[in-house]
């Protein structure tokens, strides 16, 4: 599956060419520096949304928390500021060298109760370090084919009386309007390639039903975030994204190199051309359960 591509026009230097020999792994998006930058951004984004998420779980002074799937720590300094020094933060990620970095940068900030171990959560083992009070993952189910197992796991280690707190995406929604074409090409490559490496693009709309397979049960609530942009904010982001996750779409074949330099062509021209048409981003969509005593 290749988008429609328009006149091709030549590559900025070090993207399409250098991405078409990036390591490609399970992670989809890379592990590059500048992918880690990427999730610094998406994470402040979301910033308000999770911390919203954190209040209504009650999370409080002296709690301990993992943070499954943590990559730059922005959600585990979120957890920092509501435990308290008294309290505790577990960061878990594939990414040992992001999460060192994650842990050093919250030391700096003050944030001694946090912590990082380099885990697969995907092994078929208890989690280190459980029980918790709260156990969140935001953007983790999303990247794993055994979802139903880990999320299982992730409540195993949810300590009685504590909760499991999920957020994940559904980017279906992902569009600017009135719609352009270069935007819709880009997108079906991101999906694409997302797919065609293991992630379920709507995991968020699925995370009731993921729930109940793992033997967590139905949520005690759900909710939906948005986030209404710019096309030229947005498309800083779609374009960060597209590069991010090319490398899996030229393995996979979904698109070429001659394709994806004129699809980045068109897409960074109508930028310029729209750059206040309204982007909207994929919905954010949590789940949360209390475990009984």
């Not at 997302?194 to 909710?223: H, K, M, Q, S």
Request: charged share 25%.
């Amino acid at each position: 599956m290749r988008p429609r591509s328009e006149a091709v026009q030549k590559p900025r230097s070090g993207t399409v060419a250098a991405m078409s020999s990036t390591h490609v792994d399970r992670y989809s998006l890379g592990r590059t520096p500048e992918e880690h930058e990427r999730l610094r951004v998406q994470a402040r984004v979301w910033e308000t949304a999770t911390g919203r998420l954190l209040d209504e779980v009650g999370l409080a002074p002296g709690a301990s928390c993992l943070d499954a799937g943590c990559g730059p720590g922005e959600s585990m300094r979120l957890m920092a500021e509501r435990v308290g020094a008294g309290g505790r933060v577990v960061g878990m990620d594939m990414d040992g060298a992001l999460g060192e970095v994650a842990r050093e940068r919250l030391h700096q900030a003050g944030h001694w109760q946090c912590a990082f171990h380099a885990h697969d959560l995907t092994a078929a083992e208890p989690i280190p370090g459980a029980p918790f009070d709260l156990v969140f993952a935001r953007l983790l189910l999303f990247h794993t084919p055994e979802r139903v197992a880990v999320l299982a796991r992730l409540w195993d280690a949810v300590a009685p009386g504590g909760n499991l707190l999920v957020q994940d995406y559904d980017l279906h929604g992902m569009r600017v309007l009135p719609p352009l074409r270069s935007v819709d090409a880009a997108i079906e490559v991101v999906i694409a390639a997302f797919t065609a490496a293991g992630a379920d693009v709507r995991i968020g709309v699925r995370l009731p039903e993921l729930f109940a397979r793992a033997g967590v049960g139905e949520p005690d609530g759900t909710d939906v975030a948005g986030r209404l942009d710019s096309f030229a904010n947005g498309h800083a982001v779609l374009d960060r994204v597209f590069r991010s996750v090319l490398p899996t779409a030229l393995a996979h074949g979904i698109t070429d190199e001659t394709d994806a330099a004129a699809t980045l062509a068109a897409f960074e021209r109508d930028a310029a051309q729209h750059p206040d048409r309204p982007f909207l981003w994929p919905l954010l969509i949590g789940a949360w359960k209390r475990k009984g005593r």
